[in-house]
């Protein structure tokens, strides 16, 4: 099976656990509890508690397939839901590893509603910060080699780009957007900043890529 259709299944899971949680096929809650404290939450979705303190689902653990699918929403909430879910199950055995498995089931779920609360702020602010290889991506952008094609080739349109790019860099800086994610990431923006504004400054357009007849070109 490929990559594309094994996060499919994965999802088709989650979501077949949403439209059945309220009756679960194996009723779970009526059965003992082994040392994984397995939850059979539909035939397609069993989740386990392993001894390192990490939570599995079908054998994968759940931190590592929350990080790869940061970005789908749906992944995330069904995640959520079923967490919950798990933990009402595990609360009501009354098992003693109870206290430690609900503080990991909490510090997940704190992961989570972070990783929402950052989507919502980049979808309402129109910015999007990704951290790649050490370079800080906005909107998918790598501004540190835009800079380097304009010190290359300054053309007019590059510089409008540029200078839109700055003015919302400036809006971060102000935080207009109020989110702490875009406050971790305060420095790299500054810096950024500065460099685009160093950059528009001191490197004057080429005038061989002016339009013909434009009054600079003359100059």
Not at 61 to 89: H, I, R
Not at 174 to 203: C, Q
Request: glycine share 6%; charged share 25%.
């Amino acid at each position: 099976m490929s990559e594309i259709n094994t996060l499919r299944s994965r999802f088709k899971r989650l979501d077949t656990g949403r439209s059945s949680s309220t009756t679960p096929s194996t009723n779970a809650s009526d059965l003992p509890l082994d040392h994984q404290l397995t939850f059979n939450r539909n035939p397609n979705e069993k989740w386990t508690y392993g001894d390192d303190g990490h939570f599995y689902l079908n054998g994968e653990e759940v931190e590592e397939l929350l990080t790869n699918n940061s970005e789908v929403v749906s992944f995330q909430s069904g995640v959520s839901e079923a967490l919950s879910e798990y933990s009402e199950l595990v609360r009501k055995k009354n098992d003693p590893r109870y206290s430690k498995f609900a503080s990991r089931v909490d510090n997940v779920q704190t992961g989570i509603l972070g990783n929402m609360k950052r989507i919502y702020d980049e979808k309402t602010g129109g910015m999007s910060l990704q951290r790649r290889r050490g370079e800080l991506f906005i909107n998918n952008i790598d501004l540190r080699r835009i800079l380097a094609m304009y010190h290359l080739r300054p053309t007019p349109k590059a510089q409008t780009f540029l200078r839109n790019f700055l003015a919302k860099l400036n809006l971060i800086l102000m935080n207009k957007s109020g989110s702490p994610h875009f406050e971790r990431a305060n420095d790299m923006i500054k810096s950024l900043y500065a460099e685009v504004k160093r950059a528009i400054d001191t490197t004057p357009i080429n005038v061989d890529y002016l339009p013909a007849g434009s009054s600079d070109r003359n100059c």
